[in-house]
């Protein structure tokens, strides 16, 4: 009974190592609970770490949120292609403050890499753009990829 619990175990964990010298029972017993621990608290360690990589990630979006909440007097850009990205690095030299509300991930990244402000979101969807701050903005840019859009935005 106890050789193929410690088979077991040896095998699920893939340690697979061959023994120095033959066990008896207790040695066995004694290897099976020293693998079964070290394998549970590594991957108590990796979910751990995990969390708190998400929570440091969930931090770092919450405090945009909040920055681009207090943002008054600022202008949105919605869309980042070509003639998005020309306003905002003309509102950026200007010294003007601004939110990029962009689709593509990719593209948020850069804005981000960039210093820009930004949200990941549609804009043709009016709650992205309260979370813009609409409603505190001095003005609105749309220079979205298809006109109709533009038109519905606007």
């Not at 099976?32 to 360690?45: D, E, T």
């Not at 850069?110 to 003005?139: C, N, P, R, V, W």
Request: proline share 1%; aromatic share 12%; net charge negative.
């Amino acid at each position: 009974m106890i050789d193929s619990f410690y088979m077991t175990i040896i095998t699920m964990t893939t340690v697979g190592f061959g023994e120095v010298h033959p066990l008896d029972d207790m040695g066995r017993l004694w290897t099976s609970f020293v693998i079964i621990f070290g394998v549970s608290g590594f991957l108590y360690m990796i979910a751990e770490f995990g969390a708190e990589l998400l929570e440091f990630s969930v931090y770092k979006e919450n405090k945009k949120k909040r920055k681009i909440r207090k943002m008054k007097n600022h202008y949105i850009i919605c869309g980042y292609g070509r003639m998005g990205a020309v306003i905002a690095k003309e509102l950026h030299a200007k010294g003007y403050s601004f939110v990029i509300v962009e689709l593509d991930q990719y593209k948020v990244d850069k804005i981000t890499e960039l210093g820009y402000q930004s949200i990941l979101g549609d804009a043709t969807i009016e709650k992205t753009l309260e979370e813009a701050g609409l409603h505190q903005a001095s003005g609105i840019v749309v220079c979205l990829n298809n006109d109709p859009d533009n038109l519905f935005v606007t």
